[in-house]
């Protein structure tokens, strides 16, 4: 089993302190998500109707010309090794590790590059996969050298795959609106920005006869069709669009310089999680835990991930970092 963000229960077993005094930074989920509307009962009794205007919401949204719906972007990623033979598949490091467990799963060879100007291994690959933002640097790749190594791919029949999974808060940088060509696939959700993880609302951008292809192995109804309502409705909301950037920018922004007066310095981050590269992050980790803190700890490449603090839980952690 890979480790995530969120897995509190394992907190509470090993600290003993109650679920309800932790601070949750491990996710870099948006603390403060999308108002959930009202659900007119009907969606709860019949079966999600592939017709209610949701891809419609979503393409305006994206600014591609086809997508596919899917059970969150976990959904797209699981399913995409399945469409190739076994290939070498060239990976981002450190990046998001579901992504490699998915691929590995079904018999391709991962191996791993650190920058887009790592050519050997890039252009050994059938396929690379990269996060932009990455999770969990916050390193961000320009459109322009993405779109250029897809070109490169394209030419002998490799693919592209970009998990978009925290580029809402900067759209400019986004490559959805080119994923109307083969071999070029953007993941995206609503999980992040949005607040929504637990709605399971993803969708896959790619051409269309390769959505259609993903499409007959996902089969039908992918989300309920109570969070198919809620995603249409948060994704042609663009005055809570709008102003939530600003606020995850200002928060990032005062998550960033607290850190960085409490020793942690940054190394990357976005609007919604600041990274710290630290050889002392297993030490740090459980001192902050120790206080009812959890924050995301990476082994491979010592580091932590601090997601955003609600409102009203700052000084929870200010006081924390204080104690280290």
Not at 203 to 232: D, N, V
Not at 275 to 301: C, D, M, P
Request: glycine share 6%; aromatic share 8%.
């Amino acid at each position: 089993m890979l480790e995530h963000g969120g897995n509190l229960s394992a907190a509470v077993a090993q600290y003993k302190i109650p679920l309800e005094n932790w601070l949750d930074l491990s996710t870099g989920i948006n603390p403060c998500h999308y108002p959930i509307p009202e659900i007119p009962a009907h969606l709860w009794h019949n079966l999600p109707n592939d017709d209610d205007g949701l891809i419609l919401a979503a393409v305006q949204y994206y600014g591609c010309q086809a997508l596919l719906p899917t059970s969150g972007s976990q959904a797209a990623l699981q399913t995409l090794p399945k469409l190739r033979s076994a290939c070498k598949v060239a990976m981002l490091n450190p990046m998001y590790q579901e992504h490699a467990h998915a691929w590995q799963r079904y018999g391709h060879q991962v191996v791993r590059f650190s920058d887009l100007n790592d050519a050997d291994v890039i252009n050994s690959a059938d396929v690379v996969l990269v996060c932009n933002p990455n999770n969990p640097t916050g390193k961000q790749f320009a459109p322009q050298n993405l779109l250029q190594l897809h070109a490169t791919l394209a030419k002998r029949g490799g693919w592209l795959i970009v998990d978009e999974a925290f580029m809402d808060a900067t759209p400019e940088y986004s490559i959805a609106k080119h994923t109307h060509v083969d071999g070029l696939f953007v993941l995206r959700s609503l999980g992040k920005f949005f607040g929504l993880a637990g709605a399971r609302v993803g969708f896959l951008l790619a051409a269309p006869a390769q959505l259609q292809q993903i499409k007959e192995e996902l089969g039908p109804w992918t989300i309920a069709g109570a969070s198919r309502h809620i995603a249409m409705r948060a994704l042609q909301d663009c005055t809570w669009q709008q102003n939530t950037r600003v606020t995850l920018a200002n928060n990032s922004q005062r998550l960033a310089s607290l850190l960085t007066q409490y020793g942690l310095k940054p190394a990357g981050g976005t609007a919604l999680f600041q990274y710290i590269a630290t050889e002392a992050a297993n030490h740090i980790h459980s001192q902050l835990a120790q206080q009812g803190v959890w924050v995301r700890k990476f082994t491979e490449q010592p580091a932590l991930r601090f997601g955003l603090p609600d409102d009203n839980r700052w000084q929870q952690l200010e006081q924390a970092l204080q104690n280290l």
